[in-house]
């Protein structure tokens, strides 16, 4: 069964023991383990847990077989990747150890008691193994450690599936750019402010936001979502936060034409304030919850000079509302809006004064600046709707202007990531051909260590030959011993076909 094989803790494949029965080495990385004397099963499943972000549960196990064999090594490292929340990440050709814990209250690596039990108890074979991932796995505390002693606090942590692009969530992207240039709120969204980053420091970077972000909006828009072990993991660490800091709060986004909230994890289906992503107010409703939480004066603030509105004053009333908003006062702005319409419920340009307002904007030229197209915005499609002929081209050719500058911006990107990528598989192949030489040159020195001495005895044997006295039974067994040598030598160069050009 699978089950009693070894799995490899830094990328979980099969692990096979070598001859002498003490260590074991991974087929896909190359890690060599000292086989352990604990239970492999429970071994398994601690890295399984610990992959999984379940790193209390793994740590309880890793526990266990501590307690049953104390002097069993790999038990006490993999208790020490449970400490540290220590997931190995592949990017490229490179595994990269990350900290998935908030670690800045626990011990360099060097004072953990786990990681001293570790090489207390390992064998020679086992112990510069360890002494190289501890180097590797100490660059990345210490990385960690940095970056967690920020002082940047963060309003919004927008979060989405680990690894997903800005293209691929564009929900996300969206809620991104309306709190940071709309409202402009200290947002955290890691597609967009984590992509030039390797993923030691990604890692870093989001478990520091957790700590540090105000309110939380988890997204689950499929079922797999749900499921997803990296945003469960937030979540839980971010509710958990929330019992010791009564202001941060978690508002769950979810897709209600393909899940039902009940199905969202446990943490969140009590959530008091929940947003259905496939609603048309769903923008504006959650934009309005989170203003009405970190800019509460915008709800208190009360015109003093609006006057009661007729028909006769309305034109001084839309004169007087744009005025507000071209001096930035865009909550009077939208007040005067409000009682434009009550004259007039069919005045196109009141709702676009309420869109500008809404948009932090000082006049229409500034729509088309705006981070994505007003198609589905409400007070827009009243305004096409109430609009004259003329003023429907002019609306519509606003909102075109805003499609034809994010097709160029995506572009634009697309074109910066397409050379990134280009530039980056470059490096990556040279980088693949100067380690195949180096193979190869090592290749040929094992090849030379070998044929050497088989060489040297093939020569004294045909000098030995070559000798005018020699008995015919010593002749016999010389000759004997040539064609072994030379057949030996034969095979070896077969052993290594790829040194030669």
Not at 120 to 143: F, H, P, W
């Amino acid at each position: 069964m699978y089950d009693n094989k070894l799995i490899c803790n830094i990328c979980g494949s099969a692990v096979s023991a070598e001859k002498d029965g003490k260590t074991g080495t991974c087929h896909n990385c190359g890690h060599t383990i000292m086989y352990p004397k604990s239970d492999i099963k429970k071994l398994n499943r601690i890295t399984y847990l610990r992959n999984t972000f379940r790193f209390d549960e793994a740590a309880k196990i890793a526990e266990e077989l501590i307690a049953a064999n104390v002097d069993d090594c790999e038990a006490h490292w993999a208790a020490l990747l449970c400490e540290y929340g220590v997931q190995y990440i592949r990017e490229g050709n490179m595994r990269y150890a990350v900290c998935r814990k908030d670690i800045s209250a626990l011990p360099g690596l060097s004072e953990s008691n786990n990681y001293k039990n570790a090489l207390r108890y390992s064998e020679q074979e086992q112990l510069a193994a360890y002494e190289k991932l501890g180097a590797q796995l100490e660059d990345s505390i210490s990385i960690t450690l940095n970056i967690l002693k920020q002082e940047k606090k963060y309003d919004v942590f927008v979060l989405s599936r680990e690894g997903v692009s800005v293209e691929d969530d564009l929900d996300g992207d969206r809620i991104y750019l309306r709190f940071t240039e709309n409202l402009g709120f200290s947002t955290f969204y890691a597609p967009e402010m984590l992509k030039d980053m390797d993923a030691v420091e990604k890692s870093a970077q989001i478990v520091y936001a957790l700590g540090n972000s105000k309110i939380m909006l988890p997204s689950f828009r499929t079922k797999d979502d749900v499921h997803d072990g990296y945003l469960g993991y937030a979540v839980k660490m971010f509710t958990q936060k929330m019992k010791n800091d009564k202001e941060k709060l978690i508002f769950p986004v979810f897709d209600g034409s393909v899940l039902n909230f009940q199905q969202m994890p446990e943490e969140l289906v009590y959530a008091d304030d929940v947003f259905n992503c496939a609603e048309d107010e769903f923008m504006r409703e959650i934009s309005d919850k989170v203003e009405s939480i970190l800019k509460p004066e915008v709800n208190s603030i009360v015109p003093d000079a609006l006057v009661t509105a007729t028909a006769a004053n309305k034109e001084n009333l839309v004169k007087r509302a744009y005025m507000f908003l071209e001096d930035g006062e865009f909550e009077t702005a939208d007040s005067y809006f409000d009682k434009i319409l009550d004259i007039d419920i069919e005045d196109s340009r009141a709702y676009i004064g309420k869109l500008l307002a809404e948009c932090k904007l000082h006049s229409e030229d500034e729509i088309p600046s705006l981070p994505q197209t007003v198609t589905d915005d409400k007070n827009f499609k009243k305004a096409l709707r109430f609009a004259t002929p003329e003023q429907k081209a002019h609306y519509e050719a606003l909102n075109g202007a805003i499609v034809k500058r994010i097709e160029n911006e995506r572009r634009e990107i697309a074109e910066q990531r397409a050379k990134l990528q280009a530039e980056r598989e470059e490096k990556e192949a040279i980088e693949r051909e100067r380690r195949m030489r180096q193979e190869k040159e090592e290749r040929k020195l094992l090849y030379q260590r070998r044929r050497d001495p088989l060489r040297k005895t093939l020569l004294e044997v045909q000098a030995e030959l070559n000798k005018t006295f020699i008995t015919p039974k010593r002749r016999s067994e010389l000759k004997e011993e040539e064609e072994t040598l030379k057949k030996n030598l034969k095979d070896l160069e077969a052993q290594f076909p790829d040194i030669w050009d």
